[in-house]
């Protein structure tokens, strides 16, 4: 794979004379390219804003394919074949029983981390929910909380938090994806009265999904019906390239980032106590036994703040959404993962499918296979499939594990070490205009730009034996996030109604590196424009305030604001 990062010369860094945009520059594109800029001060962007990763997390390559470089971290500490050993595993298929990537099943959600994050980036809006190259959504499957079209409420107990609709013969899976209905409809107008034409003439247009789901797609004993009301939602996967350096984030640092916003806008009280002035107790993750990268052993039961994912949900990135999803999205078990990411619903529903008993039944070396009789399988089958058995002691769940702690190890590197692209045409005018009027009208107080990493003592599980993750120490970063949860109030919102800003660096590349640049959570918003307006669906949006700035800009300014966006 071709990589244009930033040389490392031992354990100090040499910039080299960089060749700008590789891009193929369009002949009606007059402006002066950035290639004699890159690295100095110009106008209000100062010289370290070209580089959003720091000098050991960005690359210098801005073509296709970026979204794939390893940081010059992972140069540096010598970590490269572990980082192409631990790609591999994100972009190969996992198997049934094909070393050395095997142990796909017996539910899962996808076979390939790959197909869910087209290019590294963030997934593809899609019309159908079938398993295809670039579909990155991941179902919400809860019970409204008030009311059916409510964004909130428990997860059901039936099908996992993150459902799976594939399965492996000869079982069913727990959803069947070909009944899941995907519509999109546009929005008539906005809930807060912005009109959707701009104050000079310009249109813009909002789509929402909707997502049914009857109740003959779920195999599960019981259904979700059966056990009260079920809305549906749509997340689709984040993009992945710096992710890292996201980790490397002091959990102090955001802790003041809270203080600072408390005092002006409602926060989360799952994560943070008014009270106290301080994280919540529901917003530390326990971590299983592990290390600091200074070599200090962490115990079971070490707690950091949360930080991943839509819904913050996890704290480490090597216990984060990655790491996480490496096990349950394929459902291959590890050493500390041995056992199956599935329900007891499902188990059920499959020990008692006459089908499925009868194909084991037919087939002796399946491990379900028991003793051969209908009654010996259709237990074997409810205990192995049921993770509510006892996971560690219970004779049905002595799994081997099917991916190797190397394998894992090098997953690790291969994650954390994802570079960001350098920021492209930081030199024109109308990119220093955007950034300009991006703060004037408040994005910047959430799309926060800069951060420290300072000593980056990242923790690592046990099984990864101490050995060393790319690090990211004394780093000044450019995410444009403040790692706090807002509510936008959407029509058909995310579940939870609450969501971590989505980090703005190197979106601007998404189309050369996956083909799309959909965002928000769903991939709602086809550009720019609508993922802004989005924000002020309604009044009741933290954003509305700078939304409606935005919306009375002169046209100019609205072109120089997205063009601000794109080249960060």
């Given at each position: 794979?071709?990589r244009?990062?930033?040389?490392v010369a031992?354990?100090?860094?040499?910039?080299?004379?960089?060749?700008?945009?590789?891009?193929?520059?369009?002949?009606?594109?007059k402006?002066?390219p950035?290639?004699?800029?890159?690295?100095?001060?110009?106008?209000?962007?100062?010289a370290?804003?070209?580089?959003?990763?720091?000098?050991?997390?960005?690359?210098?390559n801005?073509t296709?394919?970026c979204y794939?470089d390893?940081?010059?971290?992972?140069?540096a500490?010598?970590?490269?074949?572990?980082?192409?050993?631990g790609?591999?595993?994100?972009e190969r298929?996992?198997?049934i029983?094909?070393?050395?990537?095997?142990?796909?099943?017996p539910?899962?959600?996808?076979s390939?981390?790959?197909?869910?994050?087209?290019?590294?980036?963030?997934?593809?809006?899609?019309?159908?929910?079938t398993?295809?190259?670039?579909?990155?959504?991941?179902?919400?499957?809860?019970?409204?909380?008030?009311?059916?079209?409510?964004?909130?409420?428990?997860?059901?107990?039936?099908?996992?938090?993150?459902?799976q609709?594939?399965?492996?013969?000869?079982?069913?899976?727990?959803?069947d994806?070909?009944?899941?209905?995907?519509?999109?409809?546009?929005?008539?107008?906005m809930?807060s009265?912005l009109?959707?034409?701009?104050?000079?003439?310009?249109?813009?247009?909002?789509?929402?999904?909707?997502?049914?789901?009857?109740?003959?797609?779920?195999?599960?004993n019981p259904?979700?019906?059966?056990?009260g009301?079920?809305?549906?939602?749509?997340?689709?996967?984040?993009?992945?390239?710096?992710?890292?350096?996201?980790?490397?984030?002091?959990q102090?640092?955001?802790?003041?980032?809270?203080r600072?916003?408390?005092?002006y806008?409602?926060?989360?009280?799952?994560?943070?106590?008014?009270?106290?002035?301080?994280?919540?107790?529901?917003?530390?993750?326990?971590?299983?036994?592990?290390?600091?990268?200074?070599g200090?052993p962490?115990?079971?039961?070490?707690?950091?703040?949360?930080?991943?994912?839509y819904?913050?949900?996890?704290?480490s990135?090597?216990?984060?959404a990655?790491?996480?999803a490496?096990?349950?999205?394929t459902n291959?078990?590890?050493s500390?993962?041995h056992f199956?990411?599935?329900?007891?619903a499902?188990?059920?529903?499959?020990?008692?499918?006459k089908d499925?008993?009868?194909?084991?039944?037919a087939?002796?070396?399946?491990?379900?296979?028991?003793d051969?009789?209908?009654?010996?399988?259709?237990?074997?089958?409810?205990?192995?499939?049921?993770?509510?058995?006892?996971?560690?002691?219970?004779?049905?769940?002595?799994?081997?594990?099917?991916?190797?702690?190397?394998?894992?190890y090098?997953?690790?590197?291969?994650?954390?070490?994802?570079?960001?692209?350098?920021?492209?045409?930081?030199?024109r005018?109308?990119?220093?205009?955007?950034k300009?009027?991006?703060?004037?009208?408040g994005?910047?107080?959430c799309?926060r730009?800069?951060?420290?990493?300072?000593?980056?003592?990242?923790?690592?599980?046990?099984?990864?034996?101490?050995?060393?993750?790319?690090?990211?120490q004394?780093?000044?970063?450019y995410?444009?996030?403040?790692?706090?949860?807002?509510?936008?109030?959407?029509?058909?919102?995310?579940?939870?109604s609450?969501?971590r800003?989505?980090?703005?660096?190197?979106?601007?590349?998404?189309?050369?590196?996956?083909?799309?640049?959909?965002r928000?959570?769903?991939?709602?918003?086809?550009?720019?424009?609508?993922?802004?307006m989005?924000?002020?669906?309604?009044?009741?949006?933290?954003?509305?305030?700078?939304?409606?700035k935005?919306?009375n800009?002169?046209?100019?300014?609205r072109?120089?604001?997205?063009?601000?966006?794109?080249?960060i």
């Amino acid at each position: 794979m071709k990589r244009f990062v930033i040389l490392v010369a031992g354990c100090a860094l040499a910039l080299t004379a960089c060749n700008g945009n590789r891009t193929v520059p369009d002949p009606s594109d007059k402006r002066e390219p950035d290639a004699k800029y890159v690295g100095q001060a110009v106008a209000n962007f100062s010289a370290e804003e070209w580089y959003p990763g720091g000098m050991l997390g960005t690359t210098d390559n801005v073509t296709e394919g970026c979204y794939e470089d390893e940081t010059p971290a992972v140069t540096a500490q010598g970590l490269e074949r572990a980082f192409n050993l631990g790609e591999a595993a994100f972009e190969r298929k996992f198997t049934i029983g094909t070393e050395p990537f095997k142990g796909l099943g017996p539910a899962y959600l996808r076979s390939s981390c790959l197909d869910c994050h087209p290019g590294y980036g963030h997934g593809k809006r899609q019309t159908a929910y079938t398993s295809t190259f670039g579909n990155g959504y991941l179902l919400v499957v809860y019970h409204p909380a008030d009311g059916a079209n409510s964004d909130d409420g428990p997860y059901v107990a039936e099908v996992t938090g993150m459902p799976q609709t594939l399965a492996t013969a000869p079982f069913l899976p727990p959803i069947d994806e070909t009944k899941i209905q995907i519509s999109w409809l546009p929005v008539s107008a906005m809930e807060s009265g912005l009109p959707m034409t701009f104050p000079d003439g310009e249109k813009y247009e909002l789509i929402y999904p909707e997502v049914n789901i009857p109740e003959d797609a779920f195999n599960t004993n019981p259904t979700p019906y059966q056990t009260g009301a079920v809305a549906f939602r749509l997340e689709s996967t984040i993009g992945i390239p710096g992710t890292g350096l996201l980790d490397a984030i002091p959990q102090d640092s955001i802790r003041v980032q809270y203080r600072k916003e408390a005092p002006y806008v409602e926060l989360n009280p799952a994560f943070w106590d008014k009270s106290s002035n301080d994280f919540a107790p529901t917003a530390w993750y326990t971590l299983a036994e592990g290390q600091f990268a200074d070599g200090t052993p962490a115990p079971a039961g070490t707690k950091m703040v949360k930080r991943f994912t839509y819904a913050m949900t996890r704290a480490s990135l090597q216990d984060g959404a990655g790491a996480n999803a490496i096990w349950n999205i394929t459902n291959v078990s590890r050493s500390d993962r041995h056992f199956l990411y599935t329900t007891k619903a499902w188990a059920k529903a499959m020990s008692e499918n006459k089908d499925v008993i009868a194909a084991i039944q037919a087939d002796p070396t399946s491990p379900y296979y028991a003793d051969g009789t209908a009654e010996g399988i259709a237990d074997a089958v409810l205990h192995l499939l049921d993770p509510s058995t006892d996971q560690f002691n219970n004779k049905w769940h002595n799994f081997s594990p099917e991916m190797s702690d190397e394998q894992y190890y090098n997953f690790l590197v291969w994650h954390r070490g994802l570079s960001i692209p350098r920021a492209r045409n930081l030199n024109r005018k109308e990119v220093q205009r955007g950034k300009e009027v991006f703060t004037q009208i408040g994005c910047a107080s959430c799309h926060r730009p800069k951060w420290q990493t300072k000593e980056d003592n990242y923790w690592a599980p046990s099984i990864t034996s101490g050995k060393a993750l790319p690090r990211y120490q004394n780093q000044t970063i450019y995410p444009y996030t403040d790692m706090i949860q807002h509510r936008l109030y959407m029509k058909n919102g995310i579940h939870g109604s609450w969501c971590r800003t989505t980090p703005l660096w190197g979106r601007g590349l998404s189309r050369a590196n996956t083909g799309a640049e959909d965002r928000i959570h769903d991939c709602r918003a086809r550009n720019v424009i609508e993922a802004i307006m989005w924000h002020g669906y309604s009044k009741k949006s933290e954003a509305y305030s700078s939304t409606e700035k935005f919306y009375n800009l002169s046209k100019e300014d609205r072109d120089a604001v997205v063009e601000f966006i794109n080249a960060i």
